[in-house]
């Protein structure tokens, strides 16, 4: 739970604090300093308009964090809910709730988050709208998996036979003991989001320019490749550490808790 | 076993059905009129209403949700896709050719990856916490997060750019296939390998294990017969999952070598809103998605029946 708490710190952190650390406006247009080397003044240089690259970035982990983050709490919350839904409210129900789950699964998330996002036009709304959509089906199948599993243990069926609400007990008796389990899909959803949101970026569904997005970064940057490679590094490098940096406390917290499980 | 059949099959048309629901819902309550969308698109000039409304007539946008969901369904339930509501012409023509371009692709970034994976996966698990373990899970993790656009666009600067080996751009020799194919297999070597390797090792962990080498069993034989099939079950899960990653994977690849195929058909539809491309691809990516996932249910209750016994 430690290493999830620290990367949840920083990561808030950077989103919070990197804007006021940008040296430039990230969306000033300079042309006469346009595509520079990196050097003293720019530090990672300048893109095709003149743009600090290092501003962009750092700007840039709002849009490309942020809105991962805002989007896989979504999908966790939604998940949750629909999962709870299908483990408490009876046969009926979990039929019904499974079949969509099954349904939504139907495509592949980000092809579907291309369809969505691309035929509702272009926008951040739409981009937090459209992974959202097609992000909660993980978080509700743990969700009714380990639901079900509670169902035979005693507190539950005390609690049922107590006369207790299902709100009640869905609130009280099994989101306790979802939570870790949730946390662990949480950060595999956050890694995918940010990879979603810089795959549609890229492609042009997401975030729109002068937005500093990184996937939106990558997109301006690709045109001039041949001129400046090193423009499309950067941006790259950020989506791959922050990835890689949110798999590794998913990989840490599902291992603690296994241990965890092992010795209780 | 015909029973589990019977309802993973229903299961499976209960699923498409959804789809279908979903597919239109979203074509139906996209914003903007399409119908002036598709004009511009087909006409390409000032438009008057009645234009535009012939264009809906046609198009047959007139009609209430129900009412035009069935007119929608029923032709697809044939497999016929209807009509480019751009350029007019058939639509299962242009999207044969989009096929032909984007299998043998597929095809050949899954082999990339398992000829990777396969072998690495092996050798890591040798000895596993070693060095060429740990090397092996920390690429299968780098690969992992690295997108692919990003990933492409690298070889694209390193052996297109700076080497100037093989070509980027494009699909008229077969050289252009390699890094497009390269891209998308490095990605899923990185799945694979993970998944592989955490396969074996949990099947190396069963306890039946050292109570058949000292029944004399060679090592060999068990791991022939008695590691590689517990070891598959968890492969075989993921089938769909690579097959997830290996469709998303393709969109991106094929924009960004510039390839004709699914992936740039769907994009430079929806950028069009030609609406019946757009469907056309969505209705075939389920109907491919659902089908192998059937069979991947049916293949997993032969593997390890006990998977049917805990379902019911």
Redesign the interface.
């Known amino acids: 739970m430690r290493s999830v708490a620290v990367l949840g710190g920083a990561i808030f952190l950077f989103v919070l604090v990197g804007p006021f650390l940008a040296p430039h406006d990230p969306t000033a247009i300079n042309i006469p300093e346009r595509l520079s080397p990196p050097g003293e003044e720019f530090l990672l240089g300048t893109d095709a308009l003149g743009r600090d690259i290092l501003s962009r970035l750092l700007h840039g982990a709002r849009w490309s964090l942020g809105l991962a983050f805002l989007v896989s709490l979504i999908g966790l919350i939604i998940g949750t809910v629909i999962g709870l839904v299908a483990a408490l409210g009876g046969k009926l129900a979990d039929w019904a709730v499974m079949?969509?789950t099954?349904?939504?699964l139907?495509?592949?998330?980000?092809?579907a988050a291309?369809?969505?996002a691309?035929?509702?036009?272009a926008g951040t709304w739409n981009l937090i709208f459209a992974l959202s959509v097609t992000g909660w089906m993980r978080y509700a199948r743990v969700a009714r998996g380990i639901g079900l599993s509670l169902q035979s243990r005693g507190y539950v069926i005390q609690a049922k036979l107590a006369g207790l609400s299902p709100w009640y007990i869905a609130r009280w008796h099994y989101l306790p003991s979802l939570l870790p389990s949730l946390t662990v899909v949480w950060t595999g959803m956050f890694?995918r989001a940010i990879?979603g949101i810089?795959?549609l970026g890229?492609?042009g569904?997401g975030v729109q320019p002068p937005m500093p997005e990184w996937?939106t970064m990558?997109l301006d940057a690709?045109i001039h490749?041949?001129s400046t490679?090193f423009q499309?590094i950067w941006p790259?490098l950020a989506?791959?550490t922050s990835?890689?940096a949110i798999?590794?406390a998913g990989d840490a917290l599902r291992d603690a808790l296994a241990d965890e499980g092992n010795h209780s | 076993m015909i029973a589990t059949l019977l309802s993973l099959l229903l299961?499976a048309v209960?699923?498409?059905a959804?789809?279908a629901v979903?597919t239109f819902a979203?074509?139906w309550n996209?914003?903007?009129d399409p119908a002036q969308a598709i004009a511009m698109a087909r006409f390409d000039a000032l438009l008057t209403e009645d234009v535009i409304d012939q264009v809906r007539e046609e198009v047959g946008l007139n009609a209430n949700f129900w009412g035009a969901f069935v007119d929608w369904v029923g032709p697809l339930l044939v497999l016929d896709f209807g009509n480019s509501a751009v350029t007019g012409r058939p639509v299962w023509p242009d999207l044969w050719v989009s096929i032909t371009y984007t299998f043998p692709l597929a095809l050949a970034g899954l082999a990339i990856g398992l000829v990777i994976s396969l072998p690495l996966a092996i050798l890591a698990t040798q000895h596993p916490g070693r060095l060429l373990d740990r090397f092996a899970v920390a690429i299968a993790?780098?690969g992992?997060?690295?997108?692919?656009?990003?990933l492409g666009?690298?070889l694209?600067?390193l052996f297109a750019?700076?080497l100037d080996w093989l070509p980027a751009m494009g699909a008229r020799t077969p050289a252009h296939a390699i890094l497009p194919a390269l891209t998308l297999g490095l990605g899923v070597a990185a799945s694979l390998t993970r998944i592989i390797r955490s396969g074996i090792l949990e099947a190396r962990g069963q306890q039946f294990l050292p109570a058949l080498s000292r029944r004399g069993v060679s090592p060999k034989a068990i791991g022939r017969d008695h590691v590689a099939p517990h070891a598959a079950v968890p492969v075989v899960t993921v089938v769909g999952l690579e097959?997830?990653?290996l469709?998303?994977g393709l969109?991106?690849v094929e924009?960004?070598f510039g390839r004709p195929g699914l992936g740039t058909f769907?994009?430079s539809a929806?950028?069009d809103?030609d609406f019946p491309h757009?469907q056309a691809v969505?209705v075939l990516?389920?109907l491919v998605?659902?089908s192998v996932n059937l069979i991947v249910d049916v293949i997993y209750r032969q593997i390890d029946p006990r998977i049917g016994e805990r379902d019911a």
């Open positions: 079949r969509t099954d349904t939504f139907a495509f592949p998330e980000i092809v291309v369809v969505i691309g035929l509702m036009g890694a990879l810089s795959t890229f492609l569904f996937g990558l690709r490749m041949r490679p499309m790259g989506v791959v990835v890689l798999n590794l | 299961r209960v699923v498409l959804g789809t979903l979203l074509l996209a914003p903007g993790s780098l992992t997060a690295i997108p692919a656009f990003w666009l690298l694209i600067l750019v700076q097959l997830a990653f469709l998303e969109v991106v924009v960004i769907l994009t929806i950028l809103r757009v969505v990516t389920a998605f659902v």
